[in-house]
Every structure is written in structure tokens, then in C-alpha cells.
């Protein structure tokens, strides 16, 4: 079955600094991925819409320039966090679809960041 | 744009009984909707899904069904095990115009031994 892996899983950084997360889809091509914030106990929350190729989709109330997503191939897209501040800590998950016929997506493992 | 509400938000039930969590969507127009099984600091696992275009489905001691007309769904789990302990997620979209899924705000079900 299709396979997403996100790298790293957990991650630990000093306020001001940025941090990048990778996700690939390991055995299919993936033209979209999705980002997805996930506070403890709550559901997912989309953040963006990542295209391979073009700009990346925000959801409303997203910062585009905190939240940088870059899809330069149909196997991988990556997240960088910017400038973090303790409020970025959270748990961030990326999803994919082999496309059309499978709608069912496959998530990475997810990253746990945290803020210091 | 879409809509989904999930209840309830919390369920615990004794081993060996069943378990229902309903969700409700707003558009219309959505035609796919699939259930995911979230076990604690892990990734959702799509459990089980279900298109438009027909009214129930089942695999093994999990069923869905959907109601179009009034726009609910619902997950049930039968026999419940301590390991289907975990957060479901119900989520709505329509593949044909977007891979975007809109998620319910899930599910934490607890089966007591």
C-alpha cells in the first residue's frame, strides 16, 4: 500500500530559529500533499495544500511566510517553520493521495516540535 | 464550504459491546467519506470508507452507513476490543473537485476490560 514517510519525528529548537520537515511518499507519486496541525486532543487542522510545482494553498488565518512549503518533486514536500516561538509547538502531520481512483490518503508519522 | 460536526466527543464502553459515533456534513455535494484511527502520538489510519453512492458498508466488526438525505454518517464498532481504544476521525469531501478532506473534531473512545 502507498507509504508516507515524515522525517524527523521529533524535534527540539530555540525560539528565533527555523525548522524544516520533510514528507515523501515513498512508492507513488504524490502531485498534492497536505499539512495538518494537530493540538493535543483535538482534530486535525488543515494548513495548506502543498503542489508540486506551483505555490502552496493556505487556509485561512495560516501565515504563509511562517509556514514556508516547497513541493519540488511528486515525492517529496517539506515544511519549514520560521522564526519559531513557543506557540508553534504542536504536533505536525502530512498526508498524500496516489491520486486518481485511491481517494483514501495516506498520513506520515508526524512530528512532534517543541519550542524552547 | 464543507462542514462536519462528530459526537460524541468522548465514549467509553465495556468490552464486548458496540460503539456508534455519528457526523453530519453541510454540503451537499460531498461524496466521499472516510473514517480514521488515530492511537495515541501516532498517525491516522484509514480504517474504513465509504462513497455516495451506496447506503452501507462493512468489514469485519466495523461498519458504516450514510444517510444522504439528511447528510449524517456513522461508524459502528461491534465486540469492541481494549485495542480499538483510540481517537476516530469521520472527515467529508468530494474527490472530484478537491483531494481536501474536511475533518470532524474526533471521537476518544475508550473499551473498558
Known amino acids: 500500500g502507498a507509504v508516507v514517510s515524515q522525517h524527523p519525528s521529533r524535534v527540539i529548537c530555540k525560539s528565533g530559529t527555523s525548522v524544516k520537515i520533510e514528507c515523501r511518499s515513498l512508492?507513488?507519486?504524490?502531485?498534492?500533499m497536505f499539512w495538518y496541525r494537530q493540538f493535543p486532543k483535538k482534530s486535525l487542522m488543515l494548513m495548506a495544500t502543498?503542489?508540486?510545482?506551483?505555490?502552496?494553498?493556505?487556509e485561512q488565518g495560516v501565515e504563509k511566510d511562517k509556514f514556508l512549503i516547497n513541493h519540488a518533486s511528486l515525492t517529496l514536500s517539506t515544511l519549514t517553520v520560521t522564526s519559531a516561538h513557543p506557540e508553534d509547538s504542536s504536533f505536525y502531520i502530512c498526508?498524500?493521495?496516489?491520486?486518481?481512483?485511491?481517494?483514501?490518503?495516506?498520513f506520515g508519522s508526524g512530528t512532534r516540535l517543541t519550542v524552547v | 464550504g464543507e462542514n462536519v460536526e462528530q459526537h460524541p466527543s468522548t465514549l467509553s464502553v465495556q468490552e464486548g459491546d458496540s460503539a456508534v459515533i455519528k457526523c453530519t456534513y453541510s454540503?451537499?455535494?460531498?461524496?466521499?467519506f472516510p473514517w480514521y484511527k488515530q492511537e495515541l502520538g501516532k498517525r491516522p489510519q484509514l480504517i474504513i470508507d465509504?462513497?455516495?453512492?451506496?447506503g452501507e458498508k462493512k468489514d469485519q466488526r466495523i461498519a458504516v452507513t450514510l444517510n444522504k438525505t439528511a447528510k449524517h454518517f456513522s461508524l459502528h464498532i461491534t465486540e469492541t476490543q481494549p485495542e480499538d481504544s483510540a481517537v476516530y476521525f469521520c472527515?467529508?469531501?468530494?474527490?472530484?473537485?478537491?483531494?481536501?478532506?474536511?475533518f470532524g473534531t474526533g471521537t476518544r473512545l475508550k473499551v473498558l476490560a
Open positions: 502543498s503542489n508540486e510545482g506551483s505555490k502552496a494553498t493556505y
Open positions: 465509504i462513497r455516495s453512492n451506496v
Open positions: 454540503d451537499s455535494a460531498s461524496n466521499y
Open positions: 472527515a467529508a469531501t468530494n474527490p472530484t473537485r478537491t483531494y481536501k478532506y474536511i
Open positions: 498526508s498524500a493521495s496516489p491520486g486518481t481512483g485511491d481517494y483514501g490518503y495516506t
Open positions: 512508492d507513488f507519486q504524490a502531485t498534492t
